[in-house]
């Protein structure tokens, strides 16, 4: 089946450690997407990359790397920069192209907890 | 930067009643997007629009694509328990493809 994952569902941070969280997605999209979900609000987002090799800071980059080695895979870094990390992480992807706004289409999300 | 605004911040309603909310935008979007969200889970695509005018339907669920481009709304009609969920609304202005959000409708349903 075509879709994009996530893992872990949950995962626990100790303080001033790195974490990495996966986004795979086999849907042959061009542009994937990192958000950031706090409890009670919107979709916030951290990085987003048009094409392999290539990647840009979205509206809370601050603690946060990325790297886009594949076309299928968008690894996120929570480093021990970000002091908030607690939240619900999104991965999203969509056909990179002009004209009208591509739909996003988001993956099931990984909860990470700051013990 | 753009802003979504969206209304209501929530809803309490009978099952059976019908729902309405709504996006305005300080800025002229090209597609609105529809989204419902479980607890829990990823954001799931409900209705997308392209079109100034434009009106769609997915079932139960309606929404429309203001003339001004500025605004959308959805309806859901004879609400049932598993409408129960967050509903977001996103706008895209040609930007590379970049979404604005709304800030979400979360709906409880009374059976």
């Known amino acids: 089946d075509g879709g994009i994952t996530q893992s872990p569902k949950y995962l626990f941070r100790k303080e001033g450690q790195n974490v990495t969280l996966s986004c795979e997605q086999n849907?042959?999209?061009?542009?994937m997407y990192w958000y950031r979900q706090d409890p009670g609000q919107g979709l916030r987002l951290i990085y987003y990359?048009?094409?392999?090799?290539?990647?840009q800071k979205g509206d809370i980059a601050e603690g946060y790397s990325v790297s886009r080695e594949k076309k299928e895979s968008f690894p996120l870094t929570v480093t021990s920069a970000q002091k908030n990390p607690t939240a619900f992480y999104l991965c999203?992807?969509?056909?990179?192209?002009?004209?009208?706004?591509?739909?996003?289409?988001f993956g099931p999300g990984t909860r990470l907890l700051v013990l | 930067g753009q802003q979504l605004n969206q209304s209501p911040q929530s809803m309490f309603i009978q099952e059976g009643e019908d729902v309405s909310m709504n996006c305005t935008s300080s800025?002229?979007?090209?597609?609105w997007l529809w989204y419902k969200q479980d607890p829990g889970e990823g954001p799931v695509l409900l209705i997308a629009?392209?079109?100034?005018?434009e009106l769609t339907s997915n079932g139960r669920l309606t929404a429309q694509f203001g003339i001004t481009r500025k605004d959308s709304f959805l309806n859901i009609s004879a609400s049932i328990p598993s409408d129960v969920g967050i509903y977001f609304c996103?706008?895209?202005?040609?930007?590379?493809?970049?979404?604005?959000f709304g800030g979400g409708t979360r709906l409880m349903v009374k059976p």
């Open positions: 999203a992807s969509s056909i990179a192209r002009q004209g009208p706004g591509e739909t996003q289409y």
């Open positions: 849907l042959n999209h061009d542009a």
């Open positions: 990359s048009q094409i392999v090799n290539d990647f």
């Open positions: 800025s002229i979007f090209n597609t």
């Open positions: 629009l392209y079109k100034a005018g």
């Open positions: 996103a706008g895209s202005n040609n930007a590379g493809n970049m979404l604005t």
